[in-house]
């Protein structure tokens, strides 16, 4: 059993900091003692919506992400937030493939990878505000990996 | 991120190392698109196995390599040995799209 602990990280919306933000989540995490397998899902999790605040959220401009987690027991909970211009229709954009940014390579793949990834995903938008993404993951307990 | 060409008759083989994400995957996309059309080829093999990392930046990176070669008349494919990789090229839908070697030698076909 792992005691509560939390973290708080603020980070201007630069894509060099994408690797920062999912290698930090990643080290927090690893004090719940997670398979490499469990640590990836969250890193890439993470890269995601790190990824969606600077390219959507603040469209290249610049802005402050943060990002707070939660671990406790076997789980983790973490949050990814950014103060840009929100989500008009949170469902389209949740939805495969959908990309408001074909010409720029996106794949619309994003919420998806964090929806398989993680046990549980949420999103947070009120246009010209920002957007919240919640999502949590419950690690297989040390006595289920033996 | 390390990015390195080689050229093998008409394909472009191009050898991943490190993270691609967002940030990385800009530059990787202008070495690729740079080698690819000026010595005017047809393939491409994309060696994933040294990446300890790939998000759905490394998906729209390589979706758009594969419509660069479909438009030229050539293909794509990818060596990788990573479950990790395969599970995000899987869920993309690009296994359909093109073949995953295990080694360049499979994927070059004579
Ligand atoms: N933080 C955000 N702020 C504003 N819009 C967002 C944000 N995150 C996602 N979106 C919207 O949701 C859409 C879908 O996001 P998703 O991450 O699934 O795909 P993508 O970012 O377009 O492509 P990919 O992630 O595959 O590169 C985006 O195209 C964008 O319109
Ligand atoms: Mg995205």
């Known amino acids: 059993m792992v005691e509560k602990n939390s973290m708080r990280l603020e980070f201007l919306s630069k894509s060099n900091n994408e690797s920062f933000a999912r290698v930090v989540v990643a080290a927090f995490a690893s004090q719940l003692d997670p398979t490499l397998e469990e640590l990836s899902d969250v890193k890439t999790a993470v890269s995601e919506a790190v990824t969606n605040a600077i390219i959507h959220g603040y469209e290249y401009g610049e802005g402050v992400v943060i990002v707070e987690a939660i671990i406790e027991n076997n789980r983790i909970e973490i949050s990814i937030e950014d103060r840009g211009n929100g989500i008009a229709d949170i469902d389209k954009a949740m939805e495969p493939f959908y990309t408001s940014k ?4 996106r794949s619309g793949m994003g919420f998806t990878v964090m929806e398989t990834f993680m046990d549980e995903l949420s999103v947070e938008s009120h246009v010209g505000k920002g957007t919240k993404v919640k999502m949590a993951k419950n ?8 | 991120m390390q990015i390195s060409t080689d050229i093998i008759k ?3 083989i191009v050898t991943l190392q490190g993270e691609l994400d967002h940030h990385t995957s800009e530059n990787v996309r ?9 010595n005017n080829l047809l393939n491409m093999v994309l060696d994933l196995r040294g990446l300890n990392f790939m998000d759905s930046s490394g998906i729209g ?29 899987k869920m993309s839908g ?8 295990q080694t360049i030698d499979e994927a070059i076909v004579d």
């Open chain 1, 102 to 105: 074909p010409n720029l390579e």
């Open chain 1, 139 to 146: 690690f297989k307990s040390l006595s289920d990996k033996e």
């Open chain 2, 10 to 12: 008409d394909y472009l």
């Open chain 2, 30 to 38: 202008k070495k690729i698109d740079q080698q690819y059309y000026n």
């Open chain 2, 61 to 89: 990176l390589i979706m758009g390599r594969y419509k660069s070669c479909r438009e030229q008349g050539g293909s794509i494919s990818i060596v990788s040995t990573s479950s990790y990789i395969e599970r995000i090229l």
């Open chain 2, 94 to 101: 690009l296994l359909k799209l093109m073949k995953v070697y």
